[in-house]
């Protein structure tokens, strides 16, 4: 056999990628909820307008938490237990949560009538749910990224990006028709529980699917077993090469007790900053509360939904895109171009609010944005991550810049609400005041990638590994010379 399986690559890659739709069905089912959350957990309290903001915003975004808990311990599951293991771990993960967010109160009390009593229960399988996300967000990536030919490996990666996008896109028209069957009284008793309920399904077929996909080669070789290993890169990359694919694992893991800094810092803060800044951008400030965005524009609670449908698309549809061009225009090239277009688009919203011109055109803007953001900081982000670190580091480092991606989610998830729910802000800036934020993290973004992030397009994943062997000894070189 001498040809490469290119079919065999792209079932592994599906598989792979429901981790992928889970991770965007579980991060944006909240946004129908938002209301109906307040309405059961928050509203009873009676608390302050700050307090009450504070309290809703950390309960929508409870499940980064668990996002960043699982993304920490992915690369040691994925290590441990292969890349294969980690995704049944975080699949399960994913149906527990979605489960018990729709019926916190089971075994507590009766459904319905507990109130904020149930808000910690609530918590605690949103949290569940959230690290099967962390998990899933790490490892996802990681086995497409092993399993993939070097030349279609960004777009096979990007693939996973393009699974997140819709399944937030499916959650939103999930949302909409859920809130539609009923009245609104019936969307605050019934309705987003359902909503939360419905990510059983993908879950339980994920789980189902996985269980007929081998693991990755270099997982393999790492534990020892080449054959395996071998056999596997023969299927995917055909005889003549998999010998010499195998031969280059080898050697990039001949020493399996590397030191995450044996590379150089450089290596690990870029990854590291590259994360913060997808979240800074504002992008699951956006995902999360764009139905409260469309509500504050003066748009009915349906056409709210609506509206969200739409950005939904946007993202499907500029997420093809990133597809079509990671592998043919490079992931620097791309990154710059969005954060233009994300900090043009942010800086326009925000202006509207304040101008309380809000309207098609600030409609306009959000889809701008989010067009921005899917042709860039969505995908490539994850392909540069899952290629950028050596392999004798990769699980550890990764994991690393995965969790510092979901803190950075959380504060600006939790903060938005906050922001956007301050008396003072909301008199001078009338809802604008985290737009303008966000268009100007999108210019740092843009400066930061043309100052400091290597181009990976077209490297073996053991060629980037000599990359940074050579920026480590030209910066011992030069701190010799002084």
């Not at 326009?348 to 042709?375: E, P, S, T």
Request: charged share 10%; glycine share 10%; with cysteine.
């Amino acid at each position: 056999m001498n040809k490469g399986n290119t079919g065999l690559v792209v079932a592994l890659t599906f598989v792979a990628t429901l981790g992928g739709l889970l991770f965007g069905y579980d991060t944006a089912v909240i946004s129908g909820a938002v209301s109906a959350i307040d309405h059961y957990f928050i509203d009873p309290q009676h608390l302050s307008q700050t307090a009450a903001s504070s309290l809703s915003g950390w309960t929508i975004s409870s499940a980064l938490l668990g996002c960043v808990i699982g993304s920490a311990v992915a690369g040691w599951f994925s290590s441990r237990f292969g890349r294969k293991g980690g995704l049944m771990v975080a699949a399960l993960m994913f149906l527990i949560g979605s489960v018990g967010s729709a019926v916190p109160e089971f075994g507590l009390g009766t459904i319905g009538a507990m109130g904020p009593a149930a808000l910690t229960p609530f918590i605690i399988y949103r949290i569940l749910g959230g690290m099967g996300v962390g998990i899933a967000s790490m490892i996802s990536p990681l086995y497409i990224a092993e399993i993939a030919p070097s030349e279609i490996r960004g777009r096979l990666v990007s693939f996973n990006q393009l699974a997140i996008v819709i399944g937030i896109l499916l959650v939103y028209f999930v949302n909409w028709y859920i809130q539609s069957l009923g009245t609104p009284q019936w969307y605050y008793d019934t309705a987003w529980r359902l909503m939360f309920a419905s990510e059983a399904i993908p879950a339980l077929l994920f789980l189902g699917l996985l269980a007929f996909v081998p693991d990755t080669p270099r997982w393999f070789v790492m534990r020892g077993r080449t054959e395996e290993a071998l056999t596997q890169l023969t299927r995917v990359n055909g005889a003549e090469r998999a010998a010499a694919i195998l031969e280059d694992i080898k050697r990039s893991l001949h020493v399996r007790s590397e030191s995450l800094l044996a590379f150089g810092t450089p290596v690990l803060l870029i990854g590291i900053v590259l994360s913060v800044f997808q979240q800074f951008v504002g992008i699951n400030a956006v995902l999360y509360y764009a139905p409260l965005m469309f509500k504050n524009m003066g748009a009915s609670t349906d056409s709210a939904f609506m509206q969200t449908v739409v950005v939904g698309a946007a993202n499907v549809v500029f997420t093809f895109v990133a597809i079509a061009t990671v592998d043919r225009l490079g992931r620097k090239p791309l990154l710059v171009i969005g954060s233009i277009a994300m900090g043009a688009s942010m800086f326009l919203l925000g202006g509207l609010f304040d101008a309380r011109a809000v309207g098609m055109w600030a409609l306009v803007a959000v889809v701008a944005y989010i067009a921005g953001f899917a042709l860039s900081w969505g995908p490539v982000v994850w392909v540069l991550l899952s290629e950028m670190f050596p392999n004798s580091i990769k699980s550890k480092a990764m994991a690393i810049a995965v969790a510092a991606q979901w803190i950075a989610n959380l504060f600006v998830s939790w903060s938005f609400k906050v922001l956007d729910g301050n008396p003072w802000l909301n008199h001078h800036f009338h809802h604008g005041f985290a737009y303008w934020i966000y268009g100007a993290m999108s210019v740092l973004s843009a400066i930061f990638v043309v100052r400091f992030v290597p181009e990976t397009k077209g490297r073996t994943l053991e060629s980037i590994q000599e990359l940074w062997q050579h920026h480590r000894r030209d910066a011992a070189a030069v701190a010799a010379r002084q």
